[in-house]
């Protein structure tokens, strides 16, 4: 009786043990925390001996905890939804996604299909030749405008007289000053919009990603190409193919001259962020703003844009567009069997599956050829139709692990060069390069 | 009993205090591999020929020449003119609001109010015929909105410290002060200023304390910009250290100069207006 009783309680606790609930933490940005959300709840529908938490923080915060994580391999987080310029730093903590592969192939899903992941997408996230995050997020910035305004017969006649050519979508920045002017009250009083463009240049990591929407034409020239060489994946646009800075040119220059020519159509350029522009277009004070992609369901549902179809506009950046991807890792520090669980949790997350669900309900730019071939896609949000030609050469950011000290010196210097405390000359460029070479310990 | 105290002192503020120092010396950068190499005096080199260090420590001497002065004059004025005023109670209270209201959401709010298009301050501006203001765009309006949001949340601070303060003066003195003829302004500035005036010493101090370490405004409002007109020594600390690359050694030499500069400049104050004495703690 007493060894049959052993044996029924043994039985219970192996069955207790093999059923168990493994519970895996995510830590995610503001931006993805929704679409992540609702997939971890897709998720534990299908594998209910996994449990997923998402943790939300926003941007500023969201690194340096992952790098504290990292760095104490305290294993608070086993996700990790990492913007893809930390890929130098955060690698040292995240799972060589090849190699678990190669060890565990039982969890691969053979439907997965790695190449249909985008390229730029996948590269973004591979590190030291390690893969170390499945691409998540495609963002990218497009160029949201007035449809209603730019359609409208008369301002298109009134432009004409104005500056003697037709009114469009601007392609240069050179373009998209003529039709800011036009937009903006104080200069045409006939204007429908308060300003003509919205325009974030604050001291933050936003500066950083703008100037490169400038700063990319000339980069990617033929001209920028020949001086420059090839942009380097690691070290992004702002480098040469050398590794040395770039913008420290006459090419950096007229990036700079075409952001302030632009300045005097925007409200408070030096003062708005990400939230203040958002608001400026969907509230119709404006008639044109560089913005992400997930911006547009908030356009789309913002009164003063109503009917959406007719007044929203999407076109690719006048000057280039810059990536702006998330990746999902693994924590290096965790048990195999979390590992294991998250790793299940990262494949389905960036299935072909989730990647059309989480762009139609939520936004989410796709990381697969397949989502962006696919026609209810393409109906569901607008921006789908222009990504294939804007992901073909948008502009990158450097991944090297020094990348935030150089956001960090650049987004000062570049405010300073705006508002005019530093002059706009070469020698400004030469010595904020100095800097740069200083943090690269060159 | 004193012991767990004592332990917990020692571990949750010696401690780190010490390995903050140790760090300040090391190269520590944990966006990279292999460092926390001892280099001596180096970062603490690197901190005098660091533009955006000097300019940190340019913006929080602003603010304790400026905004701290003006906290106590806003906070001593409503002390005494809210006295016997009619709904004092309701008014004590409701000048204490700006203090309890946590940082972030004062932040935030005046993010609000400050904004260029929709923010009600620019609004009123437009109503008396003034052009709007760039506040967080402009290197001046920036700073001043700063001094702004700062001496909102903190003069309440002043107020209830002088204002208790006010009420606690001897009564006998007051009596003797109004039989020999003096009232209103007389009165206060001949003996209840007088009366006060190691209060407000100690609030003082205690105010420039505070200002040196000033972050919290700055991160909710302008994050240091525009460039780094309104970045304090603090914040500046915060970005190298935490937000910009964990450069744990550097960061960390930049918060022991904070500490070292904050202990001499309280204890010259606290020499100069002679506090020990006023608050009848030291023989001298």
């Given at each position: 009786m007493r060894s049959r009783l052993l044996v029924v309680l043994v039985l219970a606790v192996l069955s207790a043990l093999a059923f168990a609930e493994v519970t895996i933490s995510v830590v995610a940005c503001s931006d993805n925390a929704d679409s992540l959300k609702w997939l971890a709840q897709e998720f534990m529908k299908k594998n209910p001996d996994i449990k997923v938490d998402v943790t939300t923080l926003s941007w500023e915060v969201l690194y340096p905890r992952i790098l504290a994580d990292i760095s104490a391999k305290s294993g608070a987080f086993d996700v990790f939804n990492?913007?893809?310029?930390?890929?130098?730093?955060?690698?040292?903590?995240?799972?060589?996604?090849?190699?678990?592969?190669?060890?565990?192939?039982?969890?691969?899903?053979?439907?997965?299909?790695?190449?249909?992941?985008?390229?730029?997408?996948?590269?973004?996230?591979?590190?030291?030749?390690?893969?170390?995050?499945?691409?998540?997020?495609?963002?990218?910035?497009?160029?949201?405008?007035?449809?209603?305004?730019?359609?409208?017969?008369k301002h298109k006649e009134e432009f004409e007289k104005m500056f003697g050519r037709p009114l469009r979508v601007p392609t240069t920045w050179a373009e998209a000053v003529d039709?800011?002017?036009?937009?903006?009250?104080s200069f045409n009083k006939n204007s429908p919009t308060q300003y003509g463009i919205a325009l974030m240049f604050p001291t933050t990591h936003t500066m950083f990603y703008m100037y490169l929407i400038f700063f990319g034409p000339y980069r990617r020239s033929v001209e920028g190409i020949t001086r420059f060489g090839p942009v380097d994946l690691d070290y992004g646009d702002y480098f040469t193919s050398d590794?040395?800075?770039?913008?420290?040119?006459?090419?950096?220059?007229?990036?700079?001259?075409?952001?302030?020519?632009?300045m005097p159509y925007s409200p408070d350029p030096l003062g708005s962020d990400y939230g203040e522009t958002l608001e400026y277009f969907a509230k119709g004070i404006v008639a044109m703003v560089p913005q992400w992609t997930n911006p547009y369901l908030q356009f789309k549902s913002s009164p003063a844009l109503q009917p959406a179809e007719e007044k929203i506009g999407i076109a690719p950046m006048p000057g280039r567009s810059v990536a702006g991807n998330w990746a999902l890792g693994i924590n290096k520090f965790i048990s195999q069997e979390k590992q294991r669980a998250a790793f299940?949790?990262?494949?389905?997350?960036?299935?072909?599956?989730?990647?059309?669900?989480?762009?139609?309900?939520?936004?989410?730019?796709?990381?697969?050829?397949?989502?962006?071939?696919?026609?209810?896609?393409?109906?569901?949000?607008?921006?789908?139709?222009?990504?294939?030609?804007?992901?073909?050469?948008?502009?990158?950011?450097?991944?090297?692990?020094?990348?935030?000290?150089?956001?960090?010196?650049?987004?000062?210097?570049?405010?300073?060069?705006?508002?005019?405390?530093l002059p706009l000359t070469i020698d400004t460029l030469n010595k904020l390069a100095a800097e740069w070479e200083k943090v690269l310990g060159k | 009993m004193i012991l767990p105290a004592i332990v917990l002192f020692l571990v949750m503020t010696i401690y780190p205090f010490i390995?903050?120092?140790?760090?300040?010396?090391?190269?520590?950068?944990?966006?990279?591999?292999?460092?926390?190499?001892?280099?001596?005096l180096k970062n603490y080199f690197e901190i005098f020929q660091d533009r955006l260090a000097i300019s940190s420590i340019e913006f929080t001497i602003l603010l304790v020449l400026i905004a701290v002065p003006l906290e106590m004059i806003f906070g001593l004025g409503l002390s005494y003119l809210l006295r016997d005023l009619f709904g004092e109670k309701v008014l004590r209270s409701l000048f204490l609001i700006p203090m309890m209201v946590p940082a972030a959401v004062g932040g935030f709010g005046w993010k609000m109010l400050f904004n260029f298009i929709f923010g009600p301050i620019n609004y009123f501006l437009g109503l008396l015929g003034f052009q709007p203001i760039e506040w967080f765009g402009k290197l001046n309006s920036a700073r001043m909105a700063v001094m702004i949001v700062e001496i909102w949340q903190w003069t309440p601070f002043v107020f209830l410290i002088l204002y208790a303060a006010l009420q606690a003066l001897p009564k006998d003195i007051l009596d003797a002060g109004k039989v020999d003829g003096a009232s209103g302004w007389k009165l206060f500035m001949y003996i209840e200023l007088p009366l006060l005036r190691p209060i407000i010493y100690v609030t003082l101090l205690l105010r420039i304390i505070d200002v040196l370490r000033a972050f919290d405004t700055v991160y909710m409002t302008t994050y240091g910009g525009p460039g780094s007109a309104t970045s304090t020594w603090s914040f500046y600390a915060y970005k190298v250290t935490v937000s910009y690359g964990w450069n744990i050694g550097y960061g960390s030499a930049?918060?022991?100069?904070?500490?070292?500069?904050?202990?001499?400049?309280?204890?010259?104050?606290?020499?100069?207006?002679n506090i020990g004495k006023e608050l009848g703690l030291s023989k001298e």
């Open positions: 990492w913007d893809v310029m930390t890929a130098g730093a955060v690698s040292q903590g995240c799972v060589d996604l090849f190699e678990f592969i190669k060890q565990n192939p039982d969890l691969v899903d053979p439907e997965y299909d790695m190449d249909d992941l985008l390229p730029l997408a996948k590269n973004l996230g591979i590190w030291d030749g390690k893969l170390v995050g499945f691409p998540y997020f495609n963002n990218t910035m497009l160029f949201y405008y007035r449809k209603d305004l730019f359609e409208n017969p039709v800011a002017r036009y937009f903006t009250k590794r040395k800075p770039a913008f420290a040119s006459d090419l950096g220059l007229k990036a700079f001259e075409d952001m302030k020519a632009l299940k949790f990262i494949q389905f997350a960036t299935s072909k599956w989730a990647d059309k669900e989480k762009l139609i309900r939520f936004a989410i730019a796709p990381v697969r050829k397949s989502t962006l071939a696919d026609v209810e896609a393409q109906k569901a949000i607008p921006w789908v139709k222009v990504l294939p030609s804007i992901y073909a050469d948008e502009t990158f950011r450097p991944r090297i692990p020094e990348e935030p000290r150089l956001e960090d010196i650049s987004n000062i210097n570049f405010a300073k060069i705006l508002s005019g405390e | 390995y903050m120092i140790y760090n300040s010396f090391t190269n520590l950068d944990l966006s990279k591999k292999g460092t926390g190499q001892f280099i001596g930049l918060c022991v100069i904070l500490v070292i500069v904050s202990a001499i400049l309280i204890n010259t104050l606290t020499r100069i207006l």
